[in-house]
């Protein structure tokens, strides 16, 4: 690979102006600011590293499509352009948007979170083609513009748009190194089912002398909720459980190779204890492979200061269940719907805010091997990896629906601040990102089909 | 009595003056506004009917105290000079402070709460000595300035003050007349237990991801609250219910004559039933007889639109118990100390925000027997006598804890809307309402001694 990595030294300069041009341009979903300059920035990015782009419309902010190379094999990578809101603006040290660097670090908005990725896979497929004249694959890039506001057009877009995105393995989104450097590999996210809860009781709030005999909104809402989960965290809805499925020996043996702090991440967090005393690999597991029914937010009467008497005649809760392989979002609302019904709360009323299947890719699969050994290689540092992460992506609907394996890495760092101030990457990281990207897409043609 | 009734004719003018100036100045406790002049005005009037006159500085706002007469035995007003604040302004179909008069009603910000009461005591007063030359009794004026706020120094006045507030008898601040346009009567109020309750896990939000686990403030919170009050509404507190009266026999008597539209206030609530299915009898014996734990608000995590995935790190919620004869505060916030140690919630947090105790005067009093016949007399209706109100006021501080009985009667009607636009009373009301005091002041000199 020395001919490709000697391309990435000779064009650095060119790759950080292509990121440094990513981060001045703001591409706030929420706020719909600049994602019209930067879907077309994408694209001419794409174009300059040779590849046919087409902008593809969609419902909200249009999915930038990119395709270089053949073979007989493809691999997709998995993008998203727009970014998080920069709020709070006060806590910044350097504009969100001005993408300075000090130290050899960058910090923009967005950098790591995910236009850093953007630009080291840009990189990759520009070098690679420059040092050997064409890629040995099908290389295609599926980057959205609605990946922070939960990507509501995804799931439409590729089932409207199979063609583009069937693939033999898909690089998903991002990944970050961990204190120590190790390079982080996940192979899987959970899904999500989120809805609000809301309790009604009398038409309007009344003083609360009437408590003795008109029933409470709050009260009732809070009974709901206390059948959902036993004080052990157990999920009591019916069948809520059924399609959990166990974690492989080698997702367990991934566990165990995992490095975990877990004395330190319980002082940082201020806690005593994790939940139900747990620590080790238990911790661990408990932590990655199962589900939860978590209170995002309640709320209900009067919560300004000092004291208001008043009986609340509407109650409401947000809950977000994370969801494991192979738990399915929509029928596990159904089954809360009969749950509240069963229990005597068919008069809750519940609103469905978002649906996300679980998706992963197993421990042992050959891609997720190829990911896993190329970052032994080029970090020089066994890789950490995660059968599956806690958190929630579109992986199911862009890949696990259509059979595409999904390994995600990226250029991260432990202290990135993803959604937060001072969001950065180190420029080491990037550089090392690209020279992983070029080394997979290297092997990627030889290596032994999907399981 | 026609002496006296006469000069309340001839004088309806003077009154309806002096009730107007009440009302149009501003006396809003909560926004300190008006406070000291209308403290000057409430003495300035009691001077004009012949009372001596102080004002007795409190730690916030003062009393404002008249004495008048001589006699064996002394009667108290309660009263207050502060209003509510006049907010929202624009339901408002005049100005809250022009005690605009339409077809008989005067519309004015505390003009039900508590203005009308003020004018029409010292009215009486002023009529009978101009008719009889001398009043059969002393009359003691007691008119506080910080009733809407709580009464927060009241307390402390009666207990530095106790020769100003000694009285055979007290007549409560204020009293309405039934949608069939009966008097009512009331002889007691609840106290109230005010509380907050924090619970803390984690010291920040975290990413809902953690919820396997890290442990949730809200769920915390929600099993404290759920081990506070059975299904069936029972407060499980131990030792919440030892000190619970039982109604007397003349109690259950007044609750038989007392008219509750349960139906029509069922329905106009929205609500299917009442706490338990309860109806009839066992319905407003609830209502008046016992005490209550109920949610006041309660909020943690995120409660604005759409969706958030956090893990809240804490959670609150603010509780009223309502507390019946002869209940005690302290006593039970002790007591939900030591239950929440005992159930294994001593990490939340408790903020004691008020405590007042219950307070009443015995159904067959000959005090309460004075003012409820006096009533049938004037209004020539029977009279619906409440043996205690769902609601709480300083009763204890001011006159049970030093033995004086008190019943609370007043100028206001059924649809009054203390606190709410629209303040206002009937000029019929307050001209009976005046007649009812003078037939009061006549009678109270040769009624036995309290029991």
Partial sequence: MEDVLQIIEERKEVYLDWLVKLCRQPSIAAQNVGMEETANLVEELLQEIGAETQQVPT?????????????????????????QPPEPLDE????????????????????????????????????????????????KFIIEGEEEIGSPHLDDFAQANQALID???????????????????????????????????????????????????????????????DHQERVLIDGFYDRVAEPSASDLEALRRMPFNEEGRRTQLGLDAFINDLTGQPLLRQHLFQPTCNICGIWSGYTGEGLKTVLPHEASVKLDFRLVPDQDPHELFDRLVKHLEREGFSDVEIKLLAAEHPARTPTDHPFARLVADTAQEVYEKEPVVYPITPGTGPMYALCQQFGVPAVSIGVGNANSRNHAPNENIHLTDFYRGIAHLVTILDRFSAVEASE
């Fill in 92 to 139: 910044w040290d350097s504009d969100p948007f001005a993408a300075e660097i000090r130290d050899g670090t960058l910090y923009a908005r967005g950098v790591s979170d995910n236009k850093g990725n953007i630009a080291a896979r840009l990189a990759a497929v520009d070098a690679y083609v420059r040092a050997r004249g064409s890629l040995p694959e099908r290389v």
């Fill in 167 to 229: 693939a033999d393995a898909c690089i998903w989104e991002a990944g970050y190194t961990d204190p120590q450097g190790r390079p982080e590999v996940y192979l899987g996210v959970k899904g999500i089912l989120y809805v609000e809860l809301t309790a009604h009781k009398a038409n309007v709030d009344l003083h609360s002398m009437w408590a003795p005999i008109v029933p409470n909104a709050a009260w009732h809402l809070l009974r709901a909720l206390q059948t959902l989960k």
């Fill in 59 to 83: 419902e909200g902010h249009p999915v930038v499509y990119g395709e270089i190379g053949a073979g007989e094999k493809t691999l997709s990578f998995y993008n998203h352009y727009d970014v």
